[in-house]
């Protein structure tokens, strides 16, 4: 959900180039905030909690508040039933969604997903920016989600992760250990495989682990599968548990390594290398986003193997020493410089 909207916010920065006079909105879940905040492109963020869909009355009085906008034009990314319907309701005259039976006619024009894509950006860019066809005008192919931080919010956080011991003078890792789902996770006991691996050869990182709240037993796990000098170089105490304040520990490290989601999305859009991990489940081609093999990289078990698996397939063995090699390759490039070290959107 963070990266579909994340993503999706580039449609802002195309629209304010073609239409610089327009007033461009932004419905959202609110947990979600912190990755649109400070988009220069986006004149209103409109809030839309999940329960307002499970009751019918405070589901109306939305629908009426949305019909008041009096929009022109409603573009619906999430193109499922409860926002196909708002965007029916919105009485926009133009109406764009993605091409299902089920929602097709709450729009007025619809588009198919693409399969192959056509450029650098991957199909996860280039499937969004497609809609914008529907306005007539020379949009580009692909744009880069960017996110606008204070430079005094990055320097406040930035003091309280020294504090905590984390030392600027090395580098500092963000590491993905887990997926958002258990179909969607390296294996553990690779996951702490790899980490004995980039600390043995990269003996100066400094590593943060990036999980969610209710992940941390599966996290400690992982930490504990790692041999004694990795499992002191990471900060096991050190997590945020706000997204405003995970945003800003990845706006103070180097580069982010792990499993493919929300955390190497954000990391990409603040500008910083990723290493990231596919589950065979999802296709590569989808979220493997600006990918050019060294500041951004990605696996996925088809890279290496020509079994087509299924959704429904849970055994993944996708192993480390298939990868270990790139992995350590990415590590010594991105990080053999420290003044070349990625840079972000910064707000003063």
């Known amino acids: 959900m963070i990266g579909d909207v994340l993503t999706s916010s580039i449609l802002f920065e195309a629209l304010r180039k073609n239409y610089p006079e327009s007033e461009l909105h932004y419905l959202i879940y609110p947990h979600t905030k912190p990755v649109v905040e400070h988009n220069p492109f986006i004149d209103k963020i409109i809030e839309y909690d999940s329960e307002i869909g499970k009751d019918a009355i405070k589901f109306l009085k939305f629908l009426k508040l949305i019909r008041k906008e009096s929009y022109s034009a409603v573009i619906d990314i999430y193109s499922k039933i409860s926002s196909a319907i708002i965007a029916k309701y919105s009485g926009a005259p133009l109406r764009l969604g993605f091409h299902k039976h089920y929602t097709q006619p709450f729009y007025t024009r619809t588009f198919n997903y693409k399969d192959v894509p056509e450029t650098k950006a991957g199909l996860a860019i280039e499937n969004r920016m497609q809609l914008l066809k529907a306005f007539g005008k020379n949009f580009p192919r692909e744009l880069k989600p960017k996110l606008y931080i204070s430079s005094k ?8 992760l020294v504090k905590q011991g984390v030392d600027f003078d090395q580098p500092l890792i963000m590491c993905g250990v887990l997926g958002s789902s258990s179909i969607k996770t390296y294996p553990k006991n690779y996951m702490a495989s790899l980490l004995d ?51 800003m520990n990845c706006a103070n490290c180097d580069l ?4 493919e989601g929300g955390a190497a999305n954000i990391m990409k859009a603040l500008n910083k290398p990723t290493f990231s991990i596919h589950s065979p489940q999802i296709k590569k081609n989808y979220w493997a986003i600006y990918e050019n093999g060294k500041n951004n990289r990605s696996v996925h078990l088809e890279d290496y193997s020509s079994i087509v698996f299924k959704k429904t397939t849970n055994n993944v063995d996708l192993k480390p020493e298939y990868f270990s090699k790139e992995l350590l ?14 840079a972000n959107k910064e707000i003063s």
């Open 256 to 259: 982010y390594f792990g499993n």
């Open 153 to 160: 919010e990055k320097g406040s956080f930035r003091k309280k």
């Open 197 to 247: 691996t980039l600390i043995k050869e990269k003996t100066n990182g400094q590593i943060l682990f990036n999980y969610l709240p209710w992940q941390k037993t599966q996290a400690q796990d992982i930490y504990n599968q790692c041999n004694s000098k990795t499992q002191s170089r990471i900060f096991i105490d050190i997590y945020e548990k706000s997204l405003k304040g995970f945003i």
């Open 329 to 342: 390759k990415f590590m010594h490039f991105n990080l053999k410089n420290p003044n070349q070290r990625g």
